[in-house]
């Protein structure tokens, strides 16, 4: 699809291929493999001299116009699809990484994050060292002769911590580093971290993309250099690649991305103001919050605050569980971005892997509760949580 079109327009359009039968809708390739016309065109496939599609392992239609039309909405040259978030996280770090490396990493970390970092490179032989990421000092001071990555959240799963994309990408470029975002908190409708000099930007489609529960993906999104040279070579052969039928779903939801992330993240303002208020609440962490530390930094970076909400209860554990349990919209569930709130523990659950000392370092208390705004009504769901706090 041309460049010129506008956002809105990408998201419906971007990446539309349609087969012979012209269908009005994307179709879905279900199909592992391709056939040739001859020996000669499979062997000029194979050395790239002709293009065409070879195994649904390396790439499929339906998964190429999910690819194209993130890849528009994010503002990369170029984007692979994998089987979840994770799958995009550890190909993005292991495509480029051995033996011998160092990796500089925010220690605000989701869980599984944080167990590939801390705990599956080490065993390569790569080492990690993480920082306080909202001081640029401790970026600077912890660059090695063999450092290759610099790796963060921002937000930060789940106490939205903001780290300063610009300035850590700026020092990264200078040292020869590749940095790589995971942006899902925020997902690509509120920010797109291209824009500040990440080289790699990270997306789970289970989350935001998705938005409504049903299907695993994830996307590395990059240069079209690090896709065809570094990264494609690692995931084609290692095999995580997405269902088509999941790229399918996520293709689709991408139509509707914009108007869900935006109406969530009007929701959430709204619940964390009321939250704020709240006598029965100690803090709140909503980036979109005046009161929020990192206000200004946040709103330099993002459209808008996000879907996505922490707070501390006053009391510990049990109260906050007492407040989880009596919610009646909210689902208990640690998925995020879909359009049924939903509400987390972090403790124990998605932050259990961290450990207690980690935790507390990073302000995961028992005390913590995690919310994900979705497309309910406002009043709805003020009520629910006022109920539940009462
Ligand atoms: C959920 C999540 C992931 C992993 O995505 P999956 O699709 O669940 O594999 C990575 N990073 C962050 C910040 C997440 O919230």
Known sequence: MKKKFKLDTNLVRGGLTRSNFKETSEAIFLNSGFVYDSAEQAEAIFLGKKKGFQYSRYANPTVEMFEKRLALLDGSEACFATASGMAAVFGSMMCQLKAGDHVVSASALFGSCRYILNDILPKFGIEVSF???????????????????????????????????????????????????????????????????????????TKHIDGQGRAMGGAVCSTNEFKENILKPFLRHTGPCISPFNAWVLLKSLETIKIRVLSQSDNALQIARFLEKHKKIKQVYYPGLKSFPQYALAKKQQSAGGTMIAFKVKGGKKDAFKI???????????????????????????????????????????NLIRLSIGLED?????????????
Not at 184 to 194: D, E, G, K, N, T
Not at 342 to 347: D, E, K, N, Y
Not at 378 to 390: Q, V, Y
């Open 131 to 205: 920082i306080d990421g909202k001081n640029i000092k401790e970026w600077n001071k912890s660059i090695q002769k063999n450092t290759k990555i610099f790796f963060f959240e921002s937000p930060s799963n789940p106490c939205l911590e903001i780290i300063d994309i610009k300035q850590v990408c700026n020092l990264a470029k200078k040292n020869k580093i590749t940095t790589i975002v995971d942006n899902i908190f925020a997902s690509p409708v509120l920010q797109q971290p291209v824009k500040f000099g990440a080289d790699v930007v990270i997306y789970s489609g």
């Open 378 to 390: 406002i009043n709805d769901l003020k009520e629910d949580l006022a109920n539940s706090l009462k």
């Open 324 to 366: 989880i349990n009596k919610l009646n919209i909210f689902d208990i569930s640690n998925n995020l971005g879909d359009s049924k709130s939903l509400v987390t523990h972090p403790t124990t659950t998605t932050h259990k892997v961290l450990g207690e000392e980690a935790r507390l370092s990073l302000g995961i208390t028992p």
